[in-house]
C-alpha cells in the first residue's frame, strides 16, 4: 500500500464514529501465542523480544486475511462498528475503555493485543459480539482467533468522545483541548522523502494495561517490526487540559538505516495564506498545521510555514540535541478556514520535547504535493547523523503535547501568526516574476 492510499483509509476509518501471526522462527514464540493464559510481562521482556527478533528475516503477514474480508465494499466495512457495551473495562471503575477495530478492507494486517494485569499479559481474543454488522455480514464463518487491526481509547469525562488512537502501520493519533482529532504521529519513519520506496514499520503487538481505581494514567506497550528493524515501545498517556504522551523507544536494527526517522509527525497543508486558494473550493485555508516550529540545541527559535509545492520539497536543520520541534496550528480564526463540518480551526498542535541528549543530526520536513485534503503530505521528524546498525540498540525518549499551543514559546520573542505572499517590486509598475514580497505578521512578545 502506497503513502496516499494508506493516510486516506487511516483518516476515513478514524473519522467513522488479528489473524494469527505465521509460526515465528525465533524462540520466544510460545511467549506471544494466542492463547488467553496469563504470562508475566515487563518492558524489559519486550525488549529482550525486539532484540530476539531483530536477530531472524522479517515475516509479512499482510494479506493472510480471508478473502470474505478482504473483499469487503467500503461501504460494508464501514458498516462493522464496535458495541461500545462491550468495550474493555466498561464495567469496571477504570476511567479508561477500550474499543477495538475490525480487521478487513485496507487493514489487512492483524495485530496482537493483550490486556496487563498485576504484571501478568493476557490476549484480547477476537470476538465476533463485540461488533455490530448492521445487517451487512457477508464475511462467513471467520477463524476464532482473527485477531484485530488496532484500537482506541475514551476517557472518562465523555466515553463517547476519542481520546486516542492506534491503527495501521505505527501510526497513532491524539485528540487536543477540543477534543478534536488532526494530525498523526508514527512510531518510526524509514527513507522518508527520498528516491525509492518509503518502508511503512508497523506495531505488530500491543499491551494495555489495566489502570487502577483513580488512576489517570494509561500504559500501553508496543512491538513495532519491519524489514530494516525492531522495536520495543512503551507509551504513558496522560490526558488532562492537553494531552502529554510519554515515548520510550528501544530500536533493534536488522540493517543499516541510513534514514530513519526519529518521533515522526504527519500532517496535512492543502492551502492557506503562503498559498493561493484552490479555485475549485470555497474554502480559504485548508490544513492542520501551518507550520514548523524548532527550539535548538543552543536556544534559538526557528518558524518554518508550511507549503503546498508543485513538487517533492526536502528540508533539513542541523542540529545537536534538539530541546524540541513540532507542526503547530496557529492561526485559530474559524473565519479563515470557514469549515463547519472537519474545523480545521480545532485541529491540535503537536510538541515533540526530547529527553536526554540525542546527539548530532537534523529535523527534516518533507512536503509533498497535494490537491486532496485526505492526504497527509507534511511530514516533520529527527534525523540522526550516523546511520543506525544492525546489532545495535538505539534508545530515545519523549515527550509529545497535544493541544492548541506548544508548551513552551519564546519569553520575549514575537511569534509568527502568518505569513503571505506575492510578486514583489512596485504596484503599478512592470514587476518581474522572479522577484517575490513576503507579509510577515508577529503577534506576543515585547510587541504587547
Given at each position: ?56 528475516p522479517y515475516i509479512s503477514h499482510e494479506g493472510e486475511l480471508p ?160 524489514p530494516s528493524t525492531t522495536g520495543a515501545y512503551a507509551f504513558v ?212
Amino acid at each position: 500500500m502506497d503513502r496516499r492510499t494508506l493516510m486516506k483509509t487511516l483518516i476515513a476509518a478514524l473519522g467513522a464514529s488479528a489473524l494469527p501471526l505465521a509460526p515465528l522462527v525465533w524462540a520466544r514464540e510460545s511467549e506471544l501465542s494466542m492463547d488467553s493464559k496469563e504470562k508475566p510481562f515487563s518492558y524489559g521482556w519486550l525488549k529482550g523480544v525486539a532484540r530476539e527478533l531483530a536477530t531472524h528475516p522479517y515475516i509479512s503477514h499482510e494479506g493472510e486475511l480471508p478473502k470474505s474480508l478482504k473483499q469487503l465494499s467500503w461501504d460494508d466495512y464501514q458498516a462493522i462498528g464496535f458495541r461500545k457495551d462491550h468495550a474493555l473495562w466498561a464495567d469496571s471503575e477504570s476511567a479508561f475503555q477500550v474499543q477495538l477495530f475490525h480487521l478487513g478492507l485496507y487493514f489487512q494486517s492483524p495485530v496482537r493485543i493483550h490486556e496487563v494485569t498485576d504484571g501478568k499479559a493476557s490476549t484480547l481474543k477476537y470476538n465476533p459480539d463485540f461488533f455490530n454488522y448492521n445487517g451487512k455480514h457477508p464475511l462467513g464463518d471467520l477463524p476464532k482467533d482473527l485477531g484485530y487491526a488496532g484500537f482506541r481509547l475514551h476517557y472518562q469525562t465523555n466515553f463517547s468522545l476519542d481520546l486516542a488512537a492506534f491503527l495501521g502501520a505505527s501510526y497513532f493519533r491524539a485528540v487536543g483541548s477540543e477534543m478534536q482529532y488532526g494530525m498523526s504521529a508514527r512510531g518510526l519513519a524509514i527513507d522518508t522523502g527520498i528516491n525509492g520506496e518509503e518502508e511503512f514499520p508497523r506495531f505488530s503487538a500491543f499491551w494495555l494495561e489495566k489502570p487502577q481505581p483513580g488512576s489517570h494514567v494509561m500504559r500501553v506497550w508496543a512491538l513495532l517490526d519491519s524489514p530494516s528493524t525492531t522495536g520495543a515501545y512503551a507509551f504513558v498517556l496522560d490526558p488532562g487540559r492537553n494531552m502529554v504522551i510519554d515515548v520510550d523507544v528501544a530500536l533493534y536494527p536488522r540493517a543499516e538505516m541510513k534514514r530513519a526517522g526519529i518521533a515522526p509527525l504527519t500532517s496535512m497543508y492543502q492551502v492557506g495564506e503562503n498559498n493561493r486558494r484552490v479555485d475549485y473550493d470555497w474554502r480559504p485555508e485548508i490544513h492542520d498545521s501551518d507550520g514548523l516550529a524548532m527550539l535548538s540545541g543552543s536556544g534559538e527559535w526557528l518558524w518554518r510555514p508550511l507549503g503546498n509545492p508543485a513538487h517533492l520539497r526536502f528540508n533539513s536543520y542541523f542540529d545537536s540535541s534538539p530541546q524540541g520541534f513540532g507542526l503547530l496550528q496557529r492561526d485559530r480564526k474559524f473565519d479563515h478556514y470557514q469549515d463547519d463540518g472537519v474545523f480545521y480551526d480545532r485541529r491540535p498542535s503537536v510538541w515533540v520535547q526530547p529527553k536526554g541528549e540525542w546527539g548530532k543530526g537534523s529535523i527534516d520536513l518533507v512536503e509533498i504535493p497535494t490537491v486532496d485534503e485526505t492526504f497527509d503530505n507534511i511530514v516533520a521528524f529527527w534525523h540522526p547523523e550516523e546511520p543506525l546498525q544492525p546489532g545495535q540498540e538505539y534508545l530515545y525518549a519523549y515527550r509529545m503535547h497535544w493541544g492548541e499551543h506548544a508548551p513552551v514559546k519564546p519569553q520575549e520573542l514575537a511569534t509568527v501568526q502568518a505569513t503571505r505572499t506575492g510578486l514583489g517590486g512596485v504596484i503599478g509598475q512592470d514587476r518581474e516574476h522572479f522577484s517575490w514580497r513576503f507579509a510577515v505578521d508577529f503577534v506576543g512578545g515585547m510587541l504587547e
